[in-house]
């Protein structure tokens, strides 16, 4: 005797596209982020002095040291008008945003200069570089 496969009712299987697709996207959410490669502005600023960083990216927004080590913390967000003209500049369309770079000196001079997208779900939509804009001139 052959029985009849029960038929699910429209908002029983909206229920479930809804679960596998959150499901999905937790999961996809979850993986690693690769890394970026460092811009030509992030690596021309190696071995700057931190003179020369205060001088043509100004006053960080945060300062530590410690002995010979130093971390300057600059944070920049986009303007409101930038926020139209991102998508003419990328090929991801960017909320808002801002960006913190982090700059590692030691011994006085810059060993590493590091991006994170502000909130850090917008990686790719930084504009870090532009806090450094006058640094390499």
């Known amino acids: 005797m052959e029985q009849d ?3 699910l009712s429209p908002s029983v299987r909206w229920w479930g596209t809804l679960v596998g697709a ?3 996207l937790c999961m996809l959410g ?3 982020v690769p890394k970026a490669e ?3 502005t992030q690596t021309g600023l190696i071995g700057k002095t931190k003179q020369e960083i205060l001088t043509c990216a100004g006053a960080p927004t ?3 040291t410690a002995g010979d080590a130093a971390t300057l913390i600059y944070y920049k967000r986009a303007s409101a008008l930038e926020h139209f003209f991102s998508a003419a500049r990328s090929s991801v ?3 808002r945003r801002g960006c913190e770079a982090t700059v ?5 001079r810059v060993t590493s200069v590091q991006y994170r997208a502000v909130p ?4 790719g939509c930084e504009a870090c570089d532009e806090i450094f804009a006058d640094c390499l001139r």
Do not use: V
Not at 104 to 108: C, F, N, P, R
Not at 120 to 123: Q, R, S, V, Y
């Open 62 to 64: 945060h300062e530590t």
């Open 93 to 95: 369309a960017c909320p």
């Open 38 to 40: 460092p811009s030509a």
């Open 22 to 24: 959150a499901s999905m």
């Open 30 to 32: 979850c993986q690693p």
């Open 120 to 123: 850090e779900a917008l990686n």
């Open 104 to 108: 590692t000196l030691k011994d006085d």
């Open 5 to 7: 496969s029960p038929t």
